[in-house]
């Protein structure tokens, strides 16, 4: 499973990191992806890692704005935003699955194995 924190409320221009701790699976060997769901909106995926954190991809919304980044170490991996904006406001969810052909397919999700149940990430002044 795949458990998210690091959600809350902050003002636009503001920063938040999410962490994702995997449990029952190598990290190491799993790429992960960041989605979200805003109100009366589809979840779209954020960003996406590869397995070994070697390579990354941005939603272009975010790029500049938001980095995605592993550890393998400590079988974490996290989302940190800087420069937030109302329209990033959502339930954010980590998902993880073996090896990087979720990576090849971002921002498709069908593929994942591993979802979290989502932190609420509000951005409102």
């Known amino acids: 499973q795949v458990v998210e924190s690091g959600g809350g409320l902050v003002q636009p221009g503001g920063s938040l990191r999410l962490a994702c701790v995997g449990s029952?699976?190598?990290?190491?060997?799993?790429?992960i992806g960041w989605f979200r769901q805003a109100p009366g909106k589809e979840r779209e995926g954020v960003a996406c890692?590869?397995?070994?954190?070697?390579?990354?991809k941005y939603e272009k919304s975010v790029e500049g704005r938001f980095t995605i980044s592993k550890d393998n170490s400590e079988r974490t991996a996290y989302l940190e935003m800087d420069d937030l904006k109302p329209e990033d406001t959502g339930v954010y969810f980590c998902?993880?699955?073996?090896?990087?052909?979720?990576?090849?397919?971002?921002?498709?999700?069908?593929?994942?194995?591993?979802w979290g149940q989502g932190t609420q990430v509000t951005v409102s002044s």
């Open positions: 998902a993880a699955d073996f090896g990087d052909r979720v990576y090849r397919l971002f921002p498709a999700q069908d593929e994942y194995k591993y």
């Open positions: 029952g699976f190598t990290m190491a060997y799993h790429a």
């Open positions: 890692i590869t397995a070994s954190g070697g390579l990354t």
